[in-house]
Each structure stands twice: as structure tokens, then as C-alpha cells.
């Protein structure tokens, strides 16, 4: 076991860190902060991306990925500004789930554009009425001639809006237990016509968020992927490993608070000495800093256990569940350190503790995660 980073590995993390300081954050600067970015401005994010390698970063080698490690994957990411990677995660998460069981000439035709971030994808499963269930999507697909149709309504869908395809679990049927049989489905927006509504929420808003209403959406018969029942099958697979980057953004977002934090303290000076002299705020900072490497360390150790072959279905719950909700809590802290400077617009605080809160819903909510996780010590799905 080695806790130190290689050479390479410290390569990626300053690339990162560069990218993110020359071009990433001055893109999103230039934009207002509470609304969604133009897609011209992603697609900028998205040419850099794929210049660094990292557009399609879970996509195997033969089919063009980079063969990057998921833990290499996670070092980056933890590096880039939280509303950028989750719309990657998304992208790429949704480029696996494109690939998997699809015929050559669909490869073909759309995975080089995806690659190179010239189109962007998204995945669309949760449903008003399917959150946490998400097997119990109603989203109908009915195959009939040359075309599938498509009808129904998604939710909460990051990218949907700047997507230009789209892989959406569908419903083709029940089985003999009176469950949902799953199909992938992708739909290319420029052919295939569906309506989107922008959603607002708390955080992480220069983001994309929205519904998906299909009314009798037509796609063509070779753009159901995959074999009867396996979407439930490919959307899980993508979750183990988002949940640990997506923990990862948590701890990005903490060590930009934490660096608030200590500088701050280093500097404002109270009762005749600076804040950071007083025992109380060291132990803030402390549990700050403890907050940030324990939650680092778990979501890497969940990579690492997927880069080994494991499922690590509860280890990455676990990762996710701590990391996100120890983002929440660090950044409590560090604005706590800051006293009224620290609920004031003008420092980001308040922004960066909106967008930690953000990250514990995606992908598994913590008493979800909780859940999966205790299923793997007890045995029991505690879920119904
Ligand atoms: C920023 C963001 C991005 C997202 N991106 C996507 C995306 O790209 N694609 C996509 O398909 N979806 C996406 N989602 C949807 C997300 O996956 C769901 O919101 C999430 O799974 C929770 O579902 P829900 O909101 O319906 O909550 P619900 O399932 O209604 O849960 C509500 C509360 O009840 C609790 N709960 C539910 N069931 C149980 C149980 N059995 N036992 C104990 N507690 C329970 C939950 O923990 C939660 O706290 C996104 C959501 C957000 C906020």
C-alpha cells in the first residue's frame, strides 16, 4: 500500500490544477453565477476536457477510450470546479452506458464527436414519480415498424438541456413479478424532437438541470441498445462510480473553504491576537482538515477498489455518503471562522456550501447510500 502520489499522478493533479486556474475558472467567471452557462461556453469546458483526456474517461480502450484509471479519473476531478465535473461524470457516465451492447455502426456514428467534446450526452432515468425506486420507471417504449416511440416524462436531468444525444431507460413492458422491463434508448436530439424545461435549484446553478417530456417520441429502431432488461443493469454500473467522484467534488469544494478558512484566520484579529491563535478556531480548522483528508482518502479507496475489478457497491455508497456530507460540514465550519464575512455574497462561502449541498442528492441520497451499504454488512435490502 502506498498513500503517496506517483509522478505521473502529480503531473495529472498540476495539470488539473493549471486548467482549472487559466481557463475553467476564468470561463465561469465571465458568466453570471445563478444561471445555467450557454452551450457555446460548455463546449469550450468540453474542448479542454478533451484535450486533457478525460471526455470519455470510463470508455474502454478498444473503443477509443483513454485508459485512464478511475483513481487517476478522481484525482483530476477533484481539481476541476464542481459544476464543470458533474456535467463530465454525466457525459461519460453516459458515453459507457451509449456503448455497452451497441452495434458498430452507432459507435461509429456518434462516439468520435462525444470523444472529442464536440457533442455532449446525458442520461435520463429518474422520474417525478421514480426517485430513489428507480426501477419503477414508467417512461413507455413501444417498438412498432421502422421507429420506437418513446412517451412520458424525466426529471432532474443534468446536461439535458446542452445535450445533443441522450441515453434514456425506458419501460418496454412487465415481467412475471410485475417489474419494469428496462431498455437503453438513445436519443439524438438533432433527429428525434423532445421538449425540456430548465429547472432552478439551490446550487451549483451556472449547471444544467431540467425535465424531459417525451410525447410520442420516434427514434429509429437500431437506437435501442443493449438486450431486454440490462438498463437497470448499466445505470448501476455508471452510479458505483460516480458516487466516489462525485464525493470527490465534495472535497474540492471543501479545500477551496478550508484555503478560505486559514488565510482568513491568519489575517482578521480578535481580543488581540489573530483568529487562528484561538484554540477554538484551530479546533475548526482541524476538524476541517480532518473532514477534507478522511473524505479524500475513502473515495479514492472506492476507486481503487473498482480499478481492481470489485463492484464495491457499498464501499462506494459509503465514500459518497461521507464525502458529501463532510463537504456540507466543512463549509459550515470554515463560514463559521469567518463570522459575517462568511454569509456575505461577495466571498463565495455561501456559494460553495449551495453547491456542497447540492452534491448529496444526485446519484443516490445519503440514507440511500446508507442503505446500499447496509445491505452488504447485513445481507438484507432494508430498501421496501
Ligand atoms: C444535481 C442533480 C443532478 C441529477 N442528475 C440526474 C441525471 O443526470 N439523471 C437522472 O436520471 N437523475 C438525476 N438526478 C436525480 C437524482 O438521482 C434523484 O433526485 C435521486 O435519486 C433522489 O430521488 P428523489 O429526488 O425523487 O427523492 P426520493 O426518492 O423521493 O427520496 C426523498 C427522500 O426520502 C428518502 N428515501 C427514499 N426511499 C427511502 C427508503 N426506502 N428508506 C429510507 N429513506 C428513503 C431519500 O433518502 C430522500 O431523502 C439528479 C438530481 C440532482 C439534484
Not at 499522478?9 to 476564468?26: E, G, I, T, W
Not at 432552478?200 to 417520441?217: A, C, K, M
Not at 480578535?270 to 475548526?284: S, W
Amino acid at each position: 500500500m502506498d498513500f503517496a502520489l506517483s509522478d505521473e499522478q502529480q503531473m495529472l493533479v498540476d495539470s488539473a490544477k493549471k486548467l482549472s486556474r487559466d481557463y475553467l475558472a476564468p470561463l465561469l467567471a465571465a458568466h453570471p453565477k445563478d444561471a445555467p452557462l450557454p452551450k457555446a461556453a460548455m463546449l469550450e469546458a468540453y474542448a479542454h476536457f478533451a484535450n486533457f483526456g478525460i471526455t470519455a474517461a470510463r470508455l474502454p480502450q478498444e473503443d477509443g477510450g483513454p485508459g485512464l484509471s478511475m483513481v487517476d479519473y478522481g484525482l483530476i476531478l477533484e481539481q476541476i470546479p464542481a459544476i464543470l465535473a458533474l456535467s463530465l461524470i454525466s457525459h461519460d457516465g453516459s458515453i459507457t452506458r451509449l456503448n455497452a451492447g451497441a452495434p458498430e455502426h452507432i459507435k461509429a456514428a456518434y462516439l468520435p464527436d462525444l470523444i472529442a467534446g464536440r457533442k455532449i450526452a446525458c442520461t435520463a432515468n429518474s422520474e417525478p414519480g421514480a426517485g430513489s425506486d428507480s426501477n419503477t420507471i414508467s417512461t413507455r417504449l413501444e417498438l412498432a415498424g421502422q421507429h420506437a416511440t418513446i412517451t412520458g416524462q424525466k426529471a432532474w436531468i443534468t446536461n439535458a438541456s446542452i445535450c445533443d444525444v441522450m441515453v434514456v431507460a425506458c419501460q418496454a413492458g412487465m415481467n412475471e413479478k410485475g417489474r419494469p422491463i428496462t431498455r437503453r434508448v438513445l436519443v439524438d436530439r438533432s433527429t428525434s424532437k423532445i421538449e425540456i424545461r430548465e429547472t432552478e435549484i439551490t446550487g451549483l446553478r451556472q449547471g444544467h438541470l431540467s425535465e424531459v417530456i417525451f410525447d410520442q417520441t420516434q427514434v429509429p429502431l437500431d437506437h435501442v441498445i443493449g438486450s431486454s432488461g440490462d438498463a437497470g443493469k448499466y445505470m448501476t454500473l455508471a452510479w458505483n462510480g460516480n458516487r466516489p467522484l462525485l464525493g470527490l467534488l465534495g472535497v474540492g469544494i471543501a479545500q477551496r473553504a478550508f484555503e478560505l478558512a486559514v488565510e482568513y484566520a491568519g489575517v482578521r484579529k480578535q481580543f488581540g491576537k489573530t483568529l487562528g491563535a484561538h484554540q477554538l478556531v484551530q479546533q475548526d480548522l482541524a476538524d476541517i482538515q480532518t473532514a477534507i483528508v478522511s473524505s479524500r482518502l475513502l473515495c479514492l479507496y472506492a476507486l481503487d477498489a473498482l480499478d481492481r475489478g470489485e463492484r464495491a457497491n457499498g464501499t462506494s455508497a459509503m465514500a459518497k455518503r461521507f464525502a458529501t456530507e463532510s463537504a456540507v460540514r466543512a463549509v459550515n465550519l470554515a463560514m463559521q471562522v469567518h463570522g459575517a464575512m462568511g454569509i456575505t455574497e461577495e466571498l463565495g462561502l455561501e456559494q460553495l456550501w449551495r453547491d456542497a449541498r447540492v452534491l448529496q442528492v444526485p446519484d443516490g441520497t445519503p440514507g440511500i447510500l446508507a442503505l446500499i451499504q447496509a445491505r452488504e454488512i447485513t445481507g438484507e435490502a432494508a430498501f421496501r
